[in-house]
């Protein structure tokens, strides 16, 4: 009985750490993106689905690193003094990501909202990023204000 009791609490309270706010991760539209120039050269765009997900549907520019990698090999592609927009498939990703980068010093952290099916920019921004998957982007083309 006292396994059960100390299984449910465990379990509320990882529930309960899924569900809090996170203070210093900014979940964003892609509209609201382009306004806090988030879709600028100097934002760093940070895949953290699947290497398949992301195969299979591919957001140009981004740098996947997946999840579990993400502890492991952050420092190979990602500066801590450098903003990251960070694409997952759900919030709860989004967060576990965040709070990684939290502990390595990022400051700058904010999250596209949506699953990354749904990752469209208004067309009035028209922005893309050219370079290879796992590089730092080359350039951004928009017609944003950055």
Same mark, same amino acid.
């Given at each position: 009985?006292?396994?059960i009791?100390? %299984?449910?609490?465990?379990g509320?309270l990882?529930l @309960?750490? /899924?569900?809090? &706010? @996170? #203070?210093?991760?900014n979940?964003?539209?892609g509209?609201? =993106?382009?306004?806090?120039?988030?879709?600028?050269?100097?934002?760093?765009?940070?895949?953290?689905?699947? =290497?398949?997900? =992301? /195969?299979? #549907? &591919?957001? &140009?520019? *981004?740098?996947n690193i997946?999840?579990?990698? @993400? &502890?492991?090999?952050?420092?190979k592609y990602?500066? *801590?003094?450098?903003?990251?927009l960070?694409?997952?498939? #759900?919030? +709860?990703?989004a !967060?576990? *990501?965040a709070?990684?980068?939290? !502990?390595r010093? +990022?400051? #700058?952290?904010? *999250?596209?909202?949506?699953?990354a !099916?749904?990752?469209? +920019?208004? /067309?009035?921004?028209?922005?893309?990023?050219?370079?290879?998957?796992?590089? /730092?982007? =080359?350039? %951004? !083309?928009?017609?944003?204000?950055?």
């Amino acid at each position: 009985m006292l396994l059960i009791y100390l %299984l449910t609490g465990w379990g509320f309270l990882w529930l @309960l750490r /899924q569900l809090w &706010p @996170l #203070h210093y991760l900014n979940f964003v539209s892609g509209e609201e =993106a382009a306004a806090e120039g988030l879709l600028c050269p100097e934002t760093t765009w940070l895949d953290v689905r699947d =290497a398949s997900e =992301a /195969q299979d #549907h &591919p957001i &140009p520019g *981004a740098i996947n690193i997946s999840i579990g990698r @993400l &502890p492991y090999t952050w420092d190979k592609y990602l500066s *801590a003094n450098e903003r990251v927009l960070i694409f997952a498939n #759900h919030s +709860f990703g989004a !967060k576990r *990501a965040a709070r990684m980068l939290r !502990k390595r010093g +990022f400051q #700058h952290l904010s *999250a596209v909202r949506g699953t990354a !099916k749904s990752y469209t +920019f208004n /067309q009035n921004v028209q922005c893309s990023r050219t370079g290879q998957p796992g590089e /730092q982007p =080359a350039s %951004l !083309k928009c017609c944003c204000t950055c």
